[in-house]
């Protein structure tokens, strides 16, 4: 019997996990045998991928360091996203901003991306002391922070267990969060409907994240609070995670809109 050939789609994943690699090292870029480590691919593969993504402009390679970071044409692709959907950093944003001023801390938007969270939009409050944790564009993996343990939360209980799995590695440069301390937070998440991360980023900064759903109630977003440690006491949660479900539900109303299709 034929067998499927599928050493095409094996490129494809190879390629997609080297960009992902990328992104998550971000203006400094990476080099090659950084790539060959993080990646677990020989030498030479990461050398013909890296050949290619180049040639197509999906990847550039600085003359000086010779490290690799993505190129002008992702952006240029995700330009090309259809103009008739929705962006979901422009309806969240008000009420973002909202949720900010109301409570004076910083809230930040994350979406899931393969085995990472990917913060894509970010707004201040007018408390004087900022924790700005992640910028918007950072990548970490599932679990770094609130936003990425509500998202674990959210999962079942197999996928979840892959999460673990996968994300394993990449927590050693995290020396906060452990897999102990993780499943904890994760196991706290699903119970109480939302998830608090104290110190697992950075030791003095507490989160707290609520997930936000589709129009079919799959989570595709999660809503989170970022502040120093004395900003969120046990005392002020109640009233934190209850400013995070309102807004949470006007955005879910949004997302319900008629004909809403996001990008």
Same mark, same amino acid.
């Given at each position: 019997?034929?067998?499927?050939?599928?050493?095409?789609? /094996?490129?494809?994943?190879?390629?997609?996990?080297?960009?992902?690699?990328?992104?998550?090292?971000?203006?400094?870029?990476? %080099?090659?045998?950084?790539? /060959?480590?993080?990646?677990?691919?020989?030498?030479?593969?990461?050398?013909?991928?890296?050949?290619?993504?180049? /040639?197509?402009?999906?990847?550039?390679?600085?003359?000086?360091?010779?490290? =690799?970071?993505?190129?002008?044409?992702?952006?240029?692709?995700?330009?090309?996203?259809?103009?008739?959907?929705?962006?979901?950093?422009?309806?969240?944003?008000?009420?973002?901003?909202?949720?900010?001023?109301?409570?004076?801390?910083?809230?930040?938007?994350?979406?899931?991306?393969?085995?990472?969270?990917?913060?894509?939009?970010?707004?201040?409050?007018?408390?004087?002391?900022?924790?700005?944790?992640?910028?918007?564009?950072?990548?970490?993996?599932?679990?770094?922070? *609130?936003?990425?343990?509500?998202?674990?939360?959210?999962?079942?209980?197999?996928?979840?267990?892959?999460?673990?799995?996968?994300?394993?590695?990449?927590? %050693?440069? =995290?020396?906060?969060?452990?897999?102990?301390?993780?499943?904890?937070?994760?196991?706290?998440?699903?119970?109480?409907?939302?998830?608090?991360?104290?110190?697992?980023?950075?030791?003095?900064?507490?989160?707290?994240?609520?997930?936000?759903?589709?129009?079919?109630?799959?989570?595709?977003?999660?809503?989170?609070?970022?502040?120093?440690?004395?900003?969120?006491?046990?005392?002020?949660?109640?009233?934190?995670?209850? *400013?995070?479900?309102?807004?949470?539900?006007?955005?879910?109303?949004?997302?319900?809109?008629?004909? %809403?299709?996001?990008?």
């Amino acid at each position: 019997m034929n067998r499927p050939d599928t050493s095409g789609a /094996q490129t494809v994943d190879r390629a997609v996990a080297v960009l992902r690699l990328l992104a998550s090292a971000g203006e400094s870029g990476l %080099r090659l045998i950084d790539l /060959q480590h993080a990646s677990g691919l020989s030498k030479p593969t990461v050398h013909r991928l890296l050949t290619s993504l180049l /040639q197509h402009g999906l990847v550039e390679q600085d003359e000086d360091t010779r490290r =690799y970071r993505l190129g002008m044409e992702m952006a240029v692709l995700g330009w090309s996203v259809s103009s008739g959907r929705a962006d979901l950093r422009q309806l969240c944003g008000p009420d973002m901003q909202a949720l900010a001023d109301e409570t004076g801390d910083t809230a930040f938007l994350a979406v899931r991306s393969g085995y990472d969270t990917v913060c894509i939009e970010r707004k201040m409050g007018p408390y004087p002391i900022k924790a700005f944790t992640v910028d918007v564009g950072t990548r970490r993996p599932l679990g770094v922070g *609130a936003g990425g343990i509500i998202m674990i939360a959210a999962l079942p209980e197999d996928e979840a267990e892959l999460v673990f799995e996968s994300i394993r590695e990449p927590l %050693r440069a =995290y020396p906060n969060v452990s897999e102990p301390s993780l499943r904890a937070a994760v196991a706290r998440a699903r119970e109480d409907g939302y998830a608090l991360s104290d110190g697992l980023v950075m030791t003095g900064v507490r989160g707290l994240a609520v997930r936000v759903s589709d129009a079919h109630g799959a989570p595709m977003a999660a809503l989170s609070l970022s502040a120093v440690q004395d900003r969120i006491r046990p005392e002020r949660v109640p009233a934190l995670v209850k *400013a995070l479900e309102e807004r949470r539900k006007r955005i879910e109303r949004s997302l319900a809109g008629p004909g %809403r299709r996001l990008r």
